[in-house]
């Protein structure tokens, strides 16, 4: 027993090394939130784009761009791209590690997010835009108006699924020796030979984070239901 | 005020429409039969453009608008309400939302005086007390209703009705005709696609005929129901009658 306690001194409370986590964990937080921003904008725009150009055979050059885009980011490895976009894209700037991260995360996450969000686009009746357009609403007031807000009720459960993907995605930050929460774990353990310990720390806080997320969506989701009471 | 020359309307190489004209005049009351599939439903939503047809003109109000450009469009269906068969209420919004969503996003009306309208509809509509409700607590009957109530909203001249009685369980199809004579006692011009031969026989000012693709007869209710002359109308109505 003691000798556990002493690996738990030495872990968390030798050096301060608690603060690999904490720093690690705000840095990962910063990252995922501005990733999910990132990725919702582009998505929303994408999927608009693709529904709009499936709808009407308008915009073609943009879908036809979007369509390449979600070909690049959901053929190619997210490690891959993150690399890229420090070594290659940024590799010859000197430029915040998060910046970079925010941007090859929340421009991955846009290509998965854009087809949830075309899928709960295509989900809704036809009826509800022809309703829409009859009252005479142009396009872009009928897709903000009718049809996206109930896309995004039914989408909500995908999104949050994609939401929790991206967050524990981040942990592959230490390939650009961004000092995330896993990185911080790493950092650790490596200083301590005490595997068991931070892995597992870093472990329980992404779990945490993930079931908070989950309550939160939960929340929304029952908020958005009103209407569906009988 | 509105005027059909040489409409045909093709999808792909189905042609539902084969060069009809016709014209609508204030305050008439057309009822459009026919059986399904000879292009009644077609015809009326060419009317405001939600078909743009293939060959031929529409003209409304001396405007030819078969070619009009989107925002004009727009503000051409401002003027011509349509109500559909499956109600189409947007069920993310209260019923209060649902009347006044197009005029206040339109800038038509402020908030609070498009709130004061909807209540005005709602009486006339016969449903006050629904105001924040949903669209998914209401019988069909009472969709139907509120969806007349968010066309009349936008104050149209004409009212386009794609079997508004269709989708209705039997006993809720005679609140909604209710409220569609009353319309027509007030004077409102109504374009009605139905399959309700009492209602054409009582409210319509003429009822068309359709099958094919054509319009095959157009007369008063009194005539066009009692000395039918197209052998197809005949047969037609010898088994809906």
């Avoid at chain 2, 005086?113 to 509809?121: I, S, T, V, W």
């Avoid at chain 2, 026989?201 to 157009?218: H, K, P, T, Y």
């Amino acid at each position: 027993m003691s000798e556990f306690i002493e690996k738990l001194k030495d872990t968390f409370i030798v050096d301060n090394r608690w603060r690999y986590l904490t720093e690690g964990l705000k840095i990962t937080l910063i990252v995922a939130f501005f990733a999910v921003i990132l990725g919702l904008l582009l998505g929303f725009l994408v999927a608009v784009i693709r529904s709009t150009h499936d709808k009407t055979g308008k915009l073609k050059l943009a879908n036809a761009i979007c369509r390449i885009y979600l070909t690049v980011i959901r053929g190619t490895p997210m490690v891959v791209q993150l690399l890229i976009m420090y070594f290659v894209i940024f590799g010859s700037f000197r430029i915040s590690k998060i910046f970079v991260a925010v941007l090859a995360f929340g421009i991955n996450s846009g290509a998965y997010v854009a087809e949830i969000v075309r899928s709960g686009i295509m989900s809704i009746d036809n009826g509800q835009f022809e309703a829409g357009r009859s009252l005479g609403l142009n396009y872009p007031k009928t897709m903000i108006y009718v049809i996206l807000p109930q896309a995004f009720k039914n989408i909500l459960p995908a999104l949050a699924n994609e939401f929790i993907v991206l967050l524990k995605e981040t942990s592959v930050s230490g390939y650009i020796a961004l000092n995330d929460l896993t990185k911080g774990g790493d950092i650790i353990r490596a200083a301590t030979y005490e595997a068991f310990l931070p892995l597992f720390a870093v472990a329980g806080i992404y779990l945490i984070m993930v079931m908070f997320l989950t309550k939160l969506v939960g929340l929304l989701e029952r908020r958005l239901s009103a209407s569906d009471r009988r | 005020m509105i005027d059909v020359k040489n409409l045909s309307k093709s999808f792909g190489s189905l042609e539902v429409l084969k060069n009809i004209s016709t014209h609508i005049d204030k305050g008439e009351k057309v009822v459009i039969i026919g059986p399904s599939g000879s292009g009644k439903s077609t015809f009326l939503r060419c009317l405001n453009l939600m078909e743009i047809p293939t060959e031929g003109e529409i003209i409304f109000e001396d405007k030819n608008i078969t070619h009009a450009k989107d925002h004009e469009i727009n503000l051409i269906r401002r003027r011509m309400g349509m109500v559909f068969q499956h109600f189409n209420l947007f069920p993310h919004l209260t019923i209060r939302k649902n009347i006044t969503l197009a005029p206040v996003k339109l800038g038509i009306m402020t908030k609070a005086e498009a709130d004061k309208r909807a209540y005005e509809l709602l009486e006339t509509v016969g449903l006050p007390d629904k105001a924040d409700e949903y669209p998914n607590m209401l019988s069909g009957g009472q969709k139907q209703r509120i969806a007349i109530a968010r066309s009349l909203a936008m104050n149209p001249d004409v009212m386009l009705f794609d079997e508004p009685t269709s989708a209705l369980d039997p006993e809720m199809v005679g609140e909604v005709l209710e409220l569609m004579k009353k319309l027509a006692a007030e004077g409102m011009t109504m374009v009605v696609v139905t399959h309700e031969m009492g209602f054409a026989r009582e409210v319509a000012s003429r009822v068309m005929f359709m099958a094919d693709g054509n319009i095959l007869e157009e007369n008063n209710p009194q005539e066009f129901f009692t000395n039918p002359q197209n052998q197809r109308l005949k047969d037609f109505l010898s088994k809906v009658l």
